[in-house]
């Protein structure tokens, strides 16, 4: 974080409501949740985060979804919106706002926006020849549509003409290149792999201007353009300025105003590798052009394969996020998938990969040594918890580490640092596996035996310690676990309950 920021704002894509959730959806929401966890603490108070999510309800696609439901566009995004916020509640997801595309507040701003780049002379007419691509929704021209199909998604493209407004985005290419190479600006893309893909793009091809209308004959369902009776806005257009329609508004004088996008703001977009074009070449020349300041970090993370392939309806792999959750646990998913693979990463997605993370990480080496500890203090100290006394060598090492990771020493949980959970979570149980060895190398049950009782008390007191400092680690990751741990360790007396992670067979 940049010095002087004492403020957090953290984002994540908005998601078509046309087709169900998925495992991918999931996967942002639960790195921002993480995330924004994680700030609230180091922030000191939880008012200083704010943590954005919500749903893309314009466009093409929403609109042969919902015709072939047979149902209104509206009434279909009013059902399908249900699923994303269910899900959202079934994975603790924090998150301090949901904004809909189809909200007032957002169809209020984008319509500001497109009325100040106009006015601007940054928005103009023109006519449009070219290719088209309906899933995508995106515009091709000769040279990018080779065999007449979409570069993206491989299907075939259309050819139309028609009359159409376009934004000046090749006006500010060169603004762009410069900004994303000032050494400033290092955490603007991220990972640095993503930052050298937008830059090597922007060197090589020349920007066309965005085409950011349709026809209302071709496509009715989206944001009336203010100054044309005739076309609705194209929804990646629409979609971007979700990010300041939900947290400000244009004054008279056009100037944006938000409590969440001044200078005393870190602001982080969260989202996939696939989406980074709109990302980090669309949106950074949107704010600029309408005089508003850039976000700290636009992160592209990887995406979860199964078999090493995209899931696909066609191929009926794709993974039910809250059928994971009912067969694992609401942690035990959060937990694998921020593990499992280092954010920025692409990753293979299996149940046999979470029962296998599960049985070693959850089962043996956390779950045990709660369990083991709290048997300990219950035989030995009839559920009371002992006081401290002096501490060998490697205690000293052990109560080192544990302090450390009580204040979060070197989580690496940073724009800068790469929002790295795989290696925060690893730190953590580099801990929890000193103290597992540390019970298998004391051999209380020995120092019981000799009535070694001071020493005893100190060993025990230490584990105890060791796992507190524990669950306020994972607490950003496994609330729920956390949560439960801390209630089984009360202040001076414990209750122990059922072993937190049973081994899967
Ligand atoms: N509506 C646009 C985003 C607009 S943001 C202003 C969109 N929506 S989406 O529903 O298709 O995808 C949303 C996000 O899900 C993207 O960030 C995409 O990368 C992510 N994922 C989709 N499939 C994924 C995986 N298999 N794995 C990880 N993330 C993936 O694009």
Not at 24 to 36: L, V
Not at 126 to 140: A, L, N, V
Not at 197 to 221: A, G
């Amino acid at each position: 974080m940049k010095k002087g920021n004492n403020k957090f704002y953290i984002t994540t894509p908005l998601y078509y409501v046309n087709a169900s959730p998925h495992i991918g959806h999931s996967y942002t929401n639960i790195a921002a949740d993480a995330i924004a966890r994680y700030k609230r603490w180091a922030l000191q108070d939880e008012k200083n985060v704010h943590f954005l999510t919500g749903t893309d309800e314009h466009g093409q696609k929403i609109q042969a979804a919902a015709d072939e439901a047979k149902m209104s566009a509206q009434d279909f995004v009013d059902k399908t919106v249900l699923q994303f916020k269910d899900l959202w509640k079934g994975l603790d997801i924090s998150c301090d706002d949901f904004i809909r595309t189809t909200e007032d507040r957002h169809i209020k701003t984008v319509q500001r926006v497109l009325e100040i780049l106009h006015k601007k002379g940054d928005i103009y007419e023109g006519k449009y020849e070219g290719w088209y691509c309906t899933p995508c929704e995106s515009f091709w021209t000769e040279s990018q549509a080779v065999g007449k199909l979409c570069p993206d998604c491989k299907r075939p493209v259309e050819k139309i003409t028609e009359t159409n407004y376009f934004f000046k985005l090749s006006k500010y290419q060169e603004w762009l290149i410069q900004y994303i190479k000032n050494s400033d600006n290092v955490n603007f893309i991220k990972p640095p792999k993503r930052m050298n893909e937008v830059l090597s793009f922007l060197e090589l091809n020349k920007l066309t201007d965005l085409c950011i209308s349709r026809p209302k004959e071709r496509l009715n369902w989206g944001i009336p353009v203010p100054f044309s009776s005739e076309h609705v806005t194209y929804v990646w257009f629409d979609a971007l300025i979700n990010y300041i329609s939900a947290v400000g508004h244009f004054d008279e004088k056009d100037k944006y105003v938000s409590k969440w996008w001044g200078p005393d703001v870190e602001i982080v977009h969260l989202i996939g590798k696939d989406i980074l074009r709109q990302h980090a070449s669309y949106w950074p020349i949107m704010l600029h052009a309408l005089g508003i300041r850039q976000p700290d970090t636009i992160f592209g993370h990887g995406w979860w394969l199964i078999d090493q392939a995209k899931m696909s309806k066609s191929k009926g792999n794709v993974v039910s996020p809250l059928d994971m959750v009912n067969q694992f646990g609401i942690d035990t998913y959060r937990y694998f998938l921020l593990r499992d693979v280092p954010f920025g990463l692409d990753g293979n997605f299996s149940e046999e990969g979470i029962v296998k993370r599960y049985n070693s990480d959850l089962a043996n080496d956390l779950g045990n040594l709660v369990y083991r500890t709290l048997t300990m203090v219950e035989k030995y100290f009839e559920g009371n918890v002992p006081e401290i006394g002096a501490l060998n060598e490697r205690g000293q090492q052990i109560a080192k580490k544990t302090k450390a990771l009580a204040q979060d020493i070197g989580f690496p949980l940073a724009a800068d640092a790469g929002f790295d959970f795989s290696a925060t979570l690893g730190k953590i149980w580099q801990l929890i596996n000193m103290a597992n060895k540390y019970i298998e190398d004391t051999k209380p049950w020995n120092l019981a035996k000799e009535n070694k009782t001071e020493e005893l008390k100190t060993f025990i007191r230490l584990l105890i310690d060791v796992i507190r400092a524990v669950a306020g680690g994972i607490v950003f990751f496994m609330p729920h676990t956390a949560e439960s741990i801390l209630e089984q360790i009360g202040k001076e007396k414990i209750k122990k309950g059922k072993p937190l992670f049973p081994r899967i067979v």
